[in-house]
């Protein structure tokens, strides 16, 4: 078996829309593409496309529940990171006020 490295598990959860799925999934547990792109007042092919990816890296699961496909973070492991990082970043000083900084 092939472990992902750390720079690659970033590389899957680091971009913006991505990891606030992942904070939704977080908080209900379950959900579906429709409701998650409800949610994020996002296109739903979008969502998809996300999902699709996380679920490659393993780090989101799928269920199907008749028609719709019910996602999940995938272990606890994954769940525990993201609140990790949630945590440490709310005690992070910005590096700077612009809003168009990306540092």
């Not at 992902?4 to 829309?17: N, R």
């Not at 908080?27 to 998650?36: D, P, Y």
């Not at 890296?57 to 492991?77: L, P």
Request: net charge positive; proline share 1%.
């Amino acid at each position: 078996m092939i472990y992902m490295d750390g720079i690659d598990l970033l590389k899957c959860i680091c971009e913006e829309t991505r990891f606030v799925m992942l904070e939704l999934l977080q908080e209900n547990k379950e959900m579906s593409v429709n409701a998650i792109a409800s949610k994020l007042k996002k296109d739903q092919p979008l969502i998809s496309h996300h999902l699709r990816t996380l679920k490659q890296c393993n780090i989101v699961k799928a269920r199907e529940n008749g028609k719709m496909t019910m996602y999940s973070v995938a272990s606890k492991d994954i769940t525990n990171l993201i609140n990790d990082i949630t945590k440490a970043s709310k005690k992070m000083v910005m590096c700077c006020n612009d809003a168009v900084c990306k540092c």
